[in-house]
């Protein structure tokens, strides 16, 4: 049996107070949302969302564009707004291989600079950027996108210069620097067995070295089917058994037809458009509206199901118009992977989601797979 959808009682509560003994609540905001400039979607983010994420303004090619450059505008601004409106500010991050300018790894003649030198810099710019905002932010997504699909690590120029060991530094300089903030590692495709395994792997090296880490983040970019339920109840019991805090992080559902083979957050993916993979230009249909907020649904009642490990559950975004996933990983499409309209209203993935808070939704799971009980 599937869901059942709105109801009067739905559509006078709010996420965050559906959710407030279960787990926080966030939303990735940008500077029309944080500055007020946008005062609808600004007013929607206060009134649902009791936690709060940058979605780029502390990236590194923002936040410190040139050497002893720093730009702290945007992010002073959201955390101005964090603070004024009593939401959990979450800091997003610290050191990623992608959106940090080149400058960072390389010396005057262009030539990759050595281990010393790298580390000094990323200590100076996480002693700047954590240090500033220190008392404030509850915790820092300090590493990002670390491991390749297979569950090594990448090859990216923060570990061909530093060595394996950059992921423990950044880890130590972000404690120093502010020595009350949690620290978490993040990444997507942790459903899949050997990300996850390596994750598994990087996290208790860490642990056995000493290093403070505190939770690991399930970017949750997920589609209208993959990955299963099974897998990501899987990978949630599988990081909470470490000892950590367990978040959502990023959660969206693509509804659109993927240009690729794999479910994948990998930013450098990029295709041209064609036929077939724009279809919903006039809007979502009905029974495609159906599965979307069945899909909430039982993503939801998966995640109170882990309520004891999991912290906050936080959607990449506000509103279907301002998703990053109209342009990625194809430019200029319309897709509708939230639970808000392009016009801020709550759709009928709002009151699944809110059902399964109030115990009243029944989980409706593909051939194969066995039902999840809250």
Not at 158 to 184: M, N, S, T, V
Not at 202 to 222: E, M, P
Not at 338 to 361: C, H, I, M, Y
Request: proline letters at 5%; charged letters at 20%; hydrophobic letters at 40%.
């Amino acid at each position: 049996m599937g869901i059942v959808l709105a109801t009067a009682s739905c559509a006078q509560t709010t996420l965050k107070e559906a959710f407030k003994n279960d787990f926080l609540i966030g939303a990735a905001v940008s500077p029309a949302q944080f500055c007020e400039s946008n005062q609808v979607e600004a007013a929607l983010v206060k009134a649902q969302f009791n936690s709060i994420s940058p979605e780029n303004v502390m990236k590194w090619e923002v936040i410190h564009p040139e050497p002893g450059q720093y730009d702290f505008a945007l992010a002073d601004r959201y955390v101005e707004f964090g603070v004024t409106n009593q939401l959990a500010i979450i800091g997003h991050n610290l050191i990623w291989h992608s959106q940090t300018p080149d400058w960072v790894f390389r010396d005057a003649k262009s030539n990759y600079v050595d281990r010393d030198t790298l580390l000094a810099r990323m200590r100076e710019h996480i002693f700047a950027v954590a240090g500033r905002y220190r008392g404030k932010i509850i915790g820092w997504d300090v590493v990002n996108e670390a491991l390749a699909d297979n569950g090594t690590l990448r090859d990216s120029p923060w570990r061909k210069i530093i060595g394996d060991d950059y992921i423990a530094k950044a880890f130590e300089f972000a404690h120093e620097a502010d020595p009350q903030a949690e620290l978490y590692y993040n990444d997507f495709s942790l459903e899949n067995e050997p990300k996850q395994a390596g994750a598994v792997a990087l996290i208790k090296n860490l642990q056995a070295a000493g290093v403070k880490i505190c939770g690991v983040g399930l970017q949750g970019h997920y589609s209208l089917e993959k990955p299963t339920l099974q897998k990501i109840d899987k990978a949630i019991s599988t990081f909470a058994k470490l000892g950590l805090k367990v978040m959502v992080t990023e959660l969206d559902v693509n509804v659109l037809p993927s240009p690729g083979h794999a479910l994948s957050a990998e930013v450098s993916e990029r295709y041209r458009m064609s036929a077939g993979l724009n279809p919903y230009t006039n809007g979502l249909p009905a029974d495609v509206q159906q599965q979307l907020a069945q899909r909430y649904a039982d993503l939801f009642s998966i995640f109170l199901k882990h309520r004891v490990s999991i912290s906050r559950v936080t959607f990449w975004g506000v509103t279907d118009g301002n998703s990053w996933l109209n342009d990625w990983p194809v430019q200029g499409r319309t897709n509708y992977p939230l639970l808000f309209n392009r016009e801020s209203k709550p759709k009928p993935a709002f009151d699944a989601v809110l059902k399964t808070a109030q115990g009243k939704t029944a989980i409706k799971l593909s051939a194969g797979e066995s039902a999840l009980a809250r």
